[in-house]
């Protein structure tokens, strides 16, 4: 079936503007969680959705990062203002939350570079 | 709060050789899960093997072998006559087991070891 889907896989932006970055999980998967993996600093938790919510976002780095979940599937993460220390890669993962003995399945990611 | 530390930086071979690459976590709970992932080139994370903690047997597919020792908190994966094919970045990583947990599912990476394999 349809692996996880990340979009769009390369953004470049100017200082200052707004991105949105859209992850497609695979079907029927409830928990839903972004990464972020930059230079320097590995792969680094955001935020976590289970459903339509957000148990835990303590991994955003600052109030210009936001994330929503619609529909229990779709995911936009949204950069406010965007700096050149948000370049990164961004990675979406989900899974099912029906047994406790599975590996997170990851997307693509989308190459953030702000300039 | 869990941690996990991969000392290896960079490792450069010659093909053929084995290579060990090594991880060490720490955490409090008693239920967690490890990881190790390969990231290629292309970029995209492959899932290579998860080891729940009640489980220290090793494991060994192919080329690939773990070795999981709960009293050295090490997860270590090593690689049986490596291969150019194998030059790529792997992370080690941890998952507590809590079920319906606010951070349910959520994976602690280490920095991840540079693998390079050179003909």
């Known amino acids: 079936g349809a692996g996880v889907s990340q979009s769009p896989s390369n953004k470049v932006t100017e200082k200052g503007k707004d991105v949105e970055l859209r992850c497609d999980p695979i079907s029927g998967h409830t928990a839903l969680y972004w990464y972020r993996q930059s230079l320097g600093q590995g792969l680094e938790f955001l935020i976590y959705?289970?459903?339509?919510?957000?148990?835990?976002k303590s991994g955003l780095p600052s109030d210009r990062f936001s994330a929503e979940r619609t529909g229990g599937s779709v995911s936009t993460l949204t950069i406010q203002r965007t700096q050149q220390e948000d370049s990164a890669v961004y990675l979406c993962a989900s899974l099912p939350m029906t047994s406790g003995d599975y590996e997170q399945y990851f997307g693509p990611g989308t190459r953030l570079t702000v300039t | 709060a869990q941690k996990v530390t991969q000392a290896q930086t960079e490792i450069s071979v010659v093909e053929k050789e084995d290579v060990t690459l090594d991880c060490v976590y720490e955490?409090?709970?008693?239920?967690?899960?490890l990881f190790w992932y390969k990231q290629p080139p292309s970029g995209e994370l492959v899932f290579l093997i998860r080891r729940n903690s009640f489980d220290e047997q090793n494991e060994i597919s192919g080329r690939y072998s773990w070795n999981f020792q709960k009293s050295t908190s090490s997860f270590n994966f090593t690689i049986t006559a490596s291969q150019v094919v194998d030059s790529a970045v792997y992370f080690c990583a941890l998952r507590l087991g809590h079920a319906g947990g606010t951070s349910y599912g959520k994976l602690t990476f280490g920095q991840g070891t540079i693998l390079t394999v050179h003909p």
């Open positions: 955490t409090r709970d008693t239920t967690y899960y």
């Open positions: 959705f289970q459903g339509n919510s957000a148990p835990d």
